[in-house]
């Protein structure tokens, strides 16, 4: 089995900064894709960053300049650094992760925490 926890949602007000975190544990070998999206009440989920095992990043075109997908591939986590946030970030963001282990390759999903850009 894999467990994919994410942290570091919170309340900040506009132009702040929040870092988003994302543990990967459980049966795992290695993690191959990684990403975070995020669902706005009454909105479709979407992708705001995902980063290849190559490294490669790709980002949604209202979060270019302003937030930046990391991983540390030892420990099987994902970072989401925002900064200069907006009132239309705020979201539940979701983390994503490809795993590689002795099953096969699959995707995993975390629960979401919550972010709230608000004065």
């Known amino acids: 089995q894999v467990q994919v926890v994410e942290s570091g949602g919170g309340l900040v007000q506009p132009g702040g900064s929040l870092r988003l975190s994302c543990a990967a544990s459980g049966d795992i070998f290695s993690l191959y894709r990684v990403g975070w999206y995020r669902q706005a009440p009454g909105k479709q989920r979407e992708l705001v960053a995902v980063?290849?095992?190559?490294?490669?990043?790709n980002y949604a075109d209202s979060v270019k300049g302003r937030f930046t997908i990391s991983r540390n591939s030892a420990k099987n986590t994902v970072f989401l650094q925002m900064n200069s946030l907006k009132p239309e970030d705020t979201a539940a963001y979701y983390c994503?992760?490809?795993?590689?282990?002795?099953?096969?390759?699959?995707?995993?999903w975390g629960q979401g925490t919550q972010v709230t850009v608000s004065s």
């Open positions: 980063m290849s095992s190559s490294g490669n990043t």
């Open positions: 994503n992760v490809q795993v590689h282990n002795r099953v096969g390759t699959g995707d995993y």
